[in-house]
């Protein structure tokens, strides 16, 4: 007897499993039907870089496992762990529990189990994956689509809006100083953190917000628009390389000579980092991709303030801040002509106006809010 009832509950749980890994899998399915704009930019970018690339005899394309990898090895990781530490600290500032620790561990537990924000952020994973591999194959092709001209062209426009003088040398009584230096090459760095953090935040909710999806559309659209079509049409390296193209009288040659000289005391790791590039671009080493117009990383920095200021108002202004920052420092360290952080921010901000009607138009199809009810009843 006893026997029996063990081979009915064996029965039972094995019914139950394959119950549980279909319905994951036609829930799964439907999550990708959901997200089905935000996995349509990153397509897009794929058929842009098809008919670019179809005439260019030189072309090193990414393979798919080394993008795999590295967002399973760089990305997820630093994301997941922002994440946990912005989850804690909104416990214990401004949830606050009993046990803020006990409550993580609540919401890490709850991950596992109740497969919501997984089928949920699964999706996005896919779409950042055909994202990352577009612009990892567009980047260093740039100067062989459309060879560097615009650089002359984005220094004298500096000049104009400058009142006849270098944006850089405006910034030097501010920023002139061996620790400013320092420090700003410090938070210029630290922009990818920011974004992993948001994307795993983000991507694995148990639900698809307007807000979320606001975001990465917005995401997806600004590279493919800004460091996608228009890094190729306005081709430019950018001040720290402006006499390595062979353009003179360089007037970047006294910032250049200053960085180098507080690099002897500190380090600025733009420099090493300007020297790998230039070595991918003459082919000393791997191409990485050298593009100056439109700086992306304003574009990301605009796109976190934009972002962020839905979320919470402290938050908002800090990355208000932290934009601010990122526009001065893209010009401080050389990487950027002014007009490179100027574009944009309109980019971001057109992007992002143009995403919340987008994000609005999303949430009220058959397909968006069925699949949102099915996340709450899964998370429950």
Known sequence: MKSAQTGW?????????????????????????AHWLIITIPALC?????????DLPHKDLQPVFDVLMEIATSMIPVGIAV???????QYAFIIKPESPARALVTDIRNFITKPAALINGLPI????????????????????????????????????????????????????????????????NMWFIALFGTMVWFAFQKNSSELRTRFFVSYMLIWWIGGGLMAVYFSSAGPAYYSRIGLTPDPYSDLMAYLQDVNTRLPIWSLPTQDMLWDGYIGKSEPLGISAFPSMHNANAILFALTFRHINKFLGWFFTAYAVVILLTSVHLAWHYAVDGYAAVLISSTCWWLCGHLARWIHRQPTMLQHNQDMAALAS
Not at 83 to 88: L, W
Not at 132 to 155: R, T, V
């Open 46 to 54: 794929v058929i842009t870089n098809m008919i670019l690339f179809a």
């Open 125 to 188: 994973v896919v779409a950042i994956t055909l994202y990352n591999k577009a612009f990892l194959d567009l980047k260093p092709q740039i100067p062989y689509l459309n060879p560097f001209k615009w650089d002359e062209y984005f220094m004298q426009l500096d000049r104009t809006l400058h009142f006849g003088i270098d944006p850089w040398r405006l910034l030097q009584p501010l920023m002139g100083y061996d620790y400013v230096t320092f420090a700003s090459c410090l938070l210029y």
């Open 9 to 33: 509950k064996m029965t039972e749980l094995v019914v139950n499993v394959r119950r549980w890994g279909f319905d994951s899998l036609r829930l799964l399915a439907k999550s990708f039907a």
């Open 83 to 89: 994440a946990v530490v912005v989850r804690f600290v």
